[in-house]
């Protein structure tokens, strides 16, 4: 029998990386279109506190009871702070709502065969950014935070490119939740968990695809060059993932596939990936003015660097 090449080794990587994901991204996207069709955000506006470190603490842990995917929080935080609410409460919720979340951090659990340390290295990678940017920008004007001609104006709806008036994140529904909509159907709900499963797995696949190409073509000096130096490996997977935008669902698996780097380079790959990737920061820019904009992409890329390094550190 012929040994095994490396392309085979490529194939039976992405295949095993991919399967062991899926199943969560699926779900994922079941669960972000339910919430969507039949979850007002009203829900949670109602219930945010006032003062600006409340609503930064409330936003952080709304995840647990509104959990949705990074490709459509962005449109809901901005229409969140239209409506009124406290925008330290929904810039934490956007930032954390991707990972603080049951399916999430059961699908870490899962990734990194029940170890729990990088459940909560996870959690706190997410958490200390989102607090953070809650409270740098939770007592900012509306108008200093937000693009558009009504940011100030709260209950009203600023119109994207993309689909509809909800939406810039291109996958295919809306985020929204117009007063007077009616409730889909559910051959409308199984269309748009489709499309919402279809246009995150291409990004798996994609991540599935990298991550298997790394480990099965890479010289192997190079990988461990990379992943013996803590810096550098932190660094080469927080590029990964901010490139790759591997959905939060399934980004866990993606990074356990990168056996020969650190866990805390692991950690700095699904902590800046939900916070930081190409498509939040096409979807940053549309929504957020200039400063609001490098808080919310120096922020997570900082403080997840500085983490991930103390985390290794400390535990190697």
């Given at each position: 029998?012929?040994?095994?090449?490396?392309?085979d080794?490529?194939?039976?990587?992405?295949?095993?990386?991919?399967l062991?994901?899926?199943?969560?991204?699926?779900?994922?996207?079941?669960?972000?279109?339910?919430?969507?069709?039949?979850?007002?955000d009203?829900f949670?506006l109602?219930?945010?506190?006032?003062?600006?470190?409340?609503?930064?603490l409330?936003?952080?842990?709304?995840?647990?009871?509104?959990?949705?995917?990074?490709?459509?929080?962005?449109?809901?935080?901005?229409?969140?702070?239209?409506?009124?609410?406290?925008?330290?409460?929904?810039?934490?919720?956007?930032?954390?709502?991707?990972?603080?979340?049951?399916?999430?951090?059961?699908?870490?659990?899962?990734?990194?065969?029940?170890?729990?340390?990088?459940?909560?290295?996870?959690?706190?990678?997410v958490?200390?950014?989102?607090?953070?940017?809650?409270?740098?920008?939770?007592?900012?004007?509306?108008?200093?935070?937000?693009?558009?001609?009504?940011?100030?104006?709260?209950?009203?709806?600023?119109?994207?490119?993309?689909h509809?008036?909800?939406?810039?994140?291109?996958?295919g529904?809306?985020?929204?939740h117009?007063?007077?909509?009616?409730?889909?159907?559910a051959?409308?709900?199984?269309?748009?968990?489709?499309?919402?499963?279809?246009?995150?797995?291409k990004?798996?696949?994609?991540?599935?695809?990298?991550?298997?190409?790394?480990?099965?073509?890479?010289?192997?000096?190079?990988?461990?060059?990379?992943?013996?130096?803590?810096i550098?490996?932190?660094?080469?997977?927080?590029?990964?993932?901010?490139?790759?935008?591997?959905c939060?669902e399934?980004?866990?698996?993606v990074?356990?596939?990168?056996v020969?780097?650190?866990?805390?380079?692991?950690?700095?790959?699904?902590?800046?990936?939900?916070?930081?990737?190409?498509?939040?920061?096409?979807?940053?820019?549309?929504?957020?003015?200039?400063?609001?904009?490098?808080v919310?992409?120096?922020?997570?890329?900082?403080?997840?660097?500085?983490?991930?390094?103390?985390?290794?550190?400390?535990?190697?």
């Open positions: 029998m012929n040994a095994a090449t490396p392309f080794l490529f194939v039976s990587l992405a295949l095993a990386t991919f062991e994901a899926a199943p969560f991204l699926l779900l994922g996207s079941i669960i972000a279109v339910i919430f969507d069709a039949y979850v007002s009203d949670l109602r219930r945010l506190p006032r003062g600006r470190l409340g609503a930064a409330t936003g952080l842990l709304a995840g647990m009871v509104l959990p949705t995917c990074e490709c459509g929080v962005a449109p809901i935080a901005r229409r969140m702070i239209t409506r009124g609410a406290p925008p330290g409460a929904a810039l934490a919720y956007m930032l954390a709502a991707p990972v603080i979340n049951p399916l999430v951090l059961t699908s870490t659990y899962v990734a990194f065969r029940g170890d729990w340390s990088m459940v909560l290295g996870r959690v706190l990678m958490a200390a950014p989102a607090l953070l940017v809650g409270l740098t920008l939770g007592g900012r004007p509306v108008a200093e935070l937000l693009r558009g001609p009504n940011n100030g104006a709260p209950g009203l709806e600023l119109p994207m490119a993309g509809g008036a909800a939406c810039a994140c291109g996958c529904h809306d985020h929204g117009l007063p007077g909509r009616p409730r889909p159907g051959l409308t709900l199984m269309a748009r968990v489709a499309d919402e499963f279809l246009e995150m797995g990004y798996l696949i994609l991540g599935c695809l990298a991550a298997a190409a790394i480990k099965a073509f890479a010289p192997p000096q190079w990988l461990s060059a990379m992943g013996g130096d803590p550098l490996a932190v660094l080469t997977m927080m590029g990964l993932a901010i490139l790759l935008s591997v939060s399934a980004d866990a698996f990074a356990a596939s990168f020969g780097f650190p866990p805390a380079a692991m950690l700095a790959f699904v902590g800046v990936g939900p916070m930081v990737d190409l498509k939040l920061l096409a979807m940053y820019g549309a929504i957020f003015r200039g400063r609001a904009f490098a919310l992409v120096a922020a997570p890329c900082l403080l997840v660097f500085g983490l991930a390094l103390i985390w290794g550190l400390l535990w190697g």
